[in-house]
């Protein structure tokens, strides 16, 4: 009877040391860096983000916001074969009063962000860990650029209000 009981009590007790010492001897977490800083408080020089807004900053009176009236539908293909589809839904954060002339050429604004998007999927901005803050920054930053182009400085913000993937079998 010992002789079976004996491998069991082996194991529980080389698993229960083992999580004990992974509990006693695990890393301290690192600080918190600012995205796109490097450990000495630097820049990179490839992630210049000085012309987008901060993600979050102080609430202002002095714009407007302005949801995109349909999601946007990304296929990634993969091989020739669309491997999943991502959903992505907009805010612009616009000067007070602009409203009407984006609303008027939103077709033409949604086409600029949609190719921003297909060309962010062909580079594989939608794979693996595609919710990472400084992938979304670089997807911000694109959609920032390209809204500027059309509307200039009417357009303050580009917001990532949703965004999802559904992974197809």
């Known amino acids: 009877m010992i002789k079976k009981l004996f491998p069991i009590l082996l194991a529980v007790v080389g698993i229960c ?3 004990g010492a992974g509990v ?3 890393p301290e977490p690192a600080p918190p860096v600012a995205i796109g800083a490097e450990a000495n408080g630097e820049m990179d020089a490839g992630n ?3 012309e987008v807004p901060p993600i979050a900053g102080e609430i202002s009176d002095s714009v407007d916001y302005l949801t995109l009236s349909d999601q946007f539908i990304v296929p990634v293909v993969e091989d020739g074969k ?3 589809l991502v959903l992505v839904s907009l805010a612009l954060e616009t000067k007070p009063g602009a409203q009407e002339k984006i609303i008027e050429n939103e077709p033409r604004l949604r086409g600029a962000l949609l190719q921003v ?3 962010y999927a062909n580079v594989g901005g939608f794979d ?3 919710t990472n803050s400084s ?5 911000r930053r694109n959609f920032f650029e390209v809204a500027q182009s059309i509307f200039g400085d ?3 913000d580009v917001i990532v209000v949703e965004i999802t993937r559904q992974d197809l079998s």
């Open 17 to 19: 040391a083992g999580l």
């Open 154 to 156: 009417e357009i303050t």
């Open 24 to 26: 006693f001897l695990r």
């Open 135 to 139: 992938r979304l920054m670089k997807l």
């Open 82 to 84: 669309v491997k999943s």
């Open 128 to 130: 693996g860990a595609f």
């Open 117 to 119: 998007m297909f060309d």
């Open 48 to 50: 210049d983000l000085s």
